[in-house]
Structure formats: C-alpha cells, structure tokens
C-alpha cells in the first residue's frame, strides 16, 4: 500500500475512533466506501481478526503482515494498551503524509534530469536522422540506449530497496546505506524519528521500560538502532537507567542521549520523546529538501559531460573522413 494510501485510512480510522464509533462500525462504514484493493484486504483483514476475538495489532499481525510495517503493529498496539487508538491511528496518518510528501518532493526533483537523459541520448543522433550516414539508421541504437538506461534505473530502484529490507535487521549494512551522502542523513533522521514516536506511545501505554525500548528499536526500522536496542533492553532490565544503557550503544546521537538523561531525572520522558519524534521529522524533512536540491544539480552536470562527449564524438565521426579525403588528395 503506498505512503499516501495508509495515510488517507489512518487519517479516517482516527476521526471515526475520535467520534467513539464503535471499531467494527467504523470497518463496514469504509469498506462500503469501495477502497482500493490493497485498503479492502487491509480493512477485510483486520474485520476478520477482531471477528475471531483478537485484538487490532493482532489482526493486522496476522491477517494483514504484508501490508503493514512494525511500526504500524507497535503504534496500534501501544495505543491499544494505553487507551489511545485514536492518538495511535493520528500518529500514522501524520507519519505516512510526511514521507508521502519527502517521496513525492524527492520524485519530481528528479524529472528534469531524466528528462535530460533522454536528450542526451537523442541529440547527437539528430545530424543522422536528416543526413545519411556510413552508420545506417540511428533509431535502433537510440531504441538500445533507452532501454539500457531504463533497465539500470530499474535494478538500481530495486537493489537499493532491496538494500533497505536488509538495512532493516542488519547493522551494518544500515551503516554503510547510513553514509551515503544526502540520503544518509534523511534514514537515520527518519529512524530515530520512529524510535522516538514508538517509544513515546509506549510510555503512554506504561509498559516496561526495557518492553518499551525492544518494540521501539525494531519499528525504527534500522537495523543499527534495532541491535542497539537489544543491547539497551538488557541492561535496563539488569538495573541501569535507559539514558546510560542507550549511551553504551554508541548507536544513538549524544545529543538525544543526554536530553534523555535529564528527562529521566525531571520525569518528562514522554515529553521529551515526543520533542524529538517532531525534531527529527522536521530534520528528515529538511534532509529531503537538500538531497533535492543538489541531487538533480549532480545529474545536471553528469548529463552535461556526457552530451559533451556525445557532441565531440559526433563531430569526430562526421569530420574526420573528410579531413581524411583532404590529407589523400594532396
């Protein structure tokens, strides 16, 4: 289901649970809406789970796992145990705009330079199409290089979300995807974004501490936070306080870990985490903007070169036979 699709049916289940319409009313008022067919499995899904007696992050566990993120299941079942499904549901459907808003941002950025790619490929060909050449007809290596360029941008679209299913569990190849320049910065704000959200509503739901650090670190979605987190949830539960258990990660920013020391010791946690769920998405938000910014700039000059070449080629190729003829006949 894609960013903007979840966040339209957050954004309704939240306003139907705010209301007090009773869960089971609020999925028969939607499916009746025709939704698309992704929306009717998730919303099939989860009428059939609480048919069954199980609660929502249950249902959506079991019946709706390739739809759903572990951030969604820990949000719902955050908000389930501490009262707050609709907070739950409002935090998603925010969550969801923004990263439909930074993909979207980050897509049209790059149309100019793919725009200009396909001419790169086209216009030295132009002289051919008018003037007949030793090379023949031109469409077939235009037709080539097109697809050839398609067919690169597809497999990198796929190794890199391939690559980010995996920076999921493991450290490091989330650290390595982590240095990358531009997005780099815009992963890590978006994780500790999540950590931050999840831990925030787990605190609201008065789960341990240790508990809480667990669920936050695997729907943060890193997999450098999520082992960290492991680590954390251990010491917690053998005696020490969460700042200093997450200081000995060395996972997490120093700034985050001493605005949770002084948290803890003033009893704003849940304060503090929600400080820093919108900090990090507005410097999530800001990452995007820049990689937008500077990304198609380095496309520019990349198709620039390549043109370049293209030209000097071409008018190597039409001009050197006849510097050739001229140098034989004298």
């Not at 950590?195 to 605190?203: G, R, T």
């Not at 341990?208 to 960290?228: F, H, P, V, W």
Request: charged residues 20%; proline residues 3%; contains cysteine.
């Amino acid at each position: 289901m894609k960013a903007r699709d979840k966040a339209a049916l957050y954004r309704e289940l939240a306003k139907l649970t705010e209301a007090d319409f009773h869960l089971d009313r609020s999925l028969s008022l939607l499916l009746s809406q025709k939704p698309s067919r992704e929306k009717r499995e998730y919303l099939e899904g989860m009428q059939r789970g609480l048919s069954a007696g199980q609660s929502v992050a249950e249902a959506i566990t079991q019946n709706n796992a390739a739809l759903v993120t572990p951030l969604e299941t820990s949000l719902i079942e955050a908000g389930e145990r501490s009262g707050k499904l609709a907070s739950a549901f409002n935090h998603l459907a925010r969550y969801f705009a923004a990263t439909d808003g930074a993909a979207r941002q980050a897509r049209g950025a790059m149309i100019y330079p793919l725009i200009l790619l396909h001419l790169a490929i086209l216009l030295p060909e132009l002289p051919a199409f008018i003037v007949a050449q030793p090379g023949g007809n031109p469409m077939p290596r235009v037709l080539t290089a097109i697809g050839l360029l398609w067919g690169l941008l597809l497999a990198g679209g796929w190794a890199w979300r391939w690559l980010s299913q995996r920076a999921g569990s493991s450290a490091g190849m989330d650290r390595v995807l982590n240095a990358v320049p531009f997005i780099g910065a815009t992963r890590r704000h978006w994780a500790l974004a999540r950590f931050a959200q999840v831990f925030h509503s787990c605190l609201l739901a008065a789960l341990r501490m240790s508990e809480t650090t667990l669920i936050a670190g695997n729907a943060s979605q890193s997999g450098q936070l999520r082992t960290a987190s492991l680590d954390a949830a251990r010491q917690i539960k053998a005696g020490e306080t969460l700042s200093s258990s997450l200081a000995d990660t060395g996972a997490f920013p120093t700034e985050f870990v001493n605005s949770i020391a002084t948290a803890e010791e003033s009893g704003k946690l849940d304060e503090e985490m929600a400080r820093w769920t919108a900090a990090e998405t507005m410097l999530a938000t800001e990452a995007i903007e820049r990689a937008s910014l500077w990304l198609p700039k380095i496309g520019y000059a990349v198709v620039v070169l390549f043109v370049a070449w293209r030209i000097i080629s071409m008018v190597q190729g039409i001009y050197g036979g006849m510097f050739q003829q001229l140098d034989a006949m004298q």
